[in-house]
């Protein structure tokens, strides 16, 4: 399974590439889970505030959406995870219906903050945009997932932590 893990952000903007490089920091909770996913046989990218400025020329503006489409042109994406927060959620969004836009197979799964305390709702008022959501620490529950989109592993209803409609 090909996997892209995606922690939002705000739009970033500086004077200088140099300045903009000094207030970005790597997702290293994604890129946790991408390594878990990769020592499982899947195939795992992260798409953070850090990569994307290297991934788009190490400009002095950074736009995720910018990323993802790079990413979604050179690759097809079978699973699109999105960390949100809640002062990020309205990007977070975004980024799924971009997702969505780009990569119409993959399936959607969010995880984070906001989603774990809000998932009923989140997945009422995002019904055919947003897939799973998955409660809690993801690191389980994100392979099983990955697993079962497969069709091995876990059955979904036994996957601890798994919202869906």
């Not at 990569?51 to 400009?59: A, D, E, H, I």
């Not at 969505?100 to 906001?114: D, F, R, T």
Request: glycine letters at 8%.
């Amino acid at each position: 399974m090909n996997v892209l893990l995606i922690q939002p952000d705000y739009y970033l903007k500086e004077k200088a590439p140099e300045l903009l490089q000094k207030r970005l920091l790597p997702s290293y909770s994604l890129i946790l889970l991408a390594s878990l996913l990769e020592q499982k046989g899947h195939k795992a990218k992260v798409l953070d505030s850090f990569s994307n400025w290297v991934l788009t020329g190490k400009k002095n503006e950074n736009d995720l959406k910018e990323g993802l489409k790079i990413l979604c042109e050179r690759e097809k994406f079978d699973l699109i995870g999105i960390c949100v927060y809640t002062p990020l959620r309205k990007e977070a969004i975004e980024l799924c219906r971009l997702a969505k836009e780009l990569c119409p197979s993959a399936k959607i799964v969010l995880g984070g903050p906001h989603p774990t305390r809000l998932w009923q709702s989140m997945l009422d008022e995002y019904a055919g945009l947003v897939d799973f959501i998955l409660l809690g620490g993801a690191d389980q529950s994100l392979l099983e997932l990955a697993e079962n989109l497969e069709g091995r592993g876990t059955a979904r209803y036994k996957i601890n932590g798994l919202a869906w409609i």
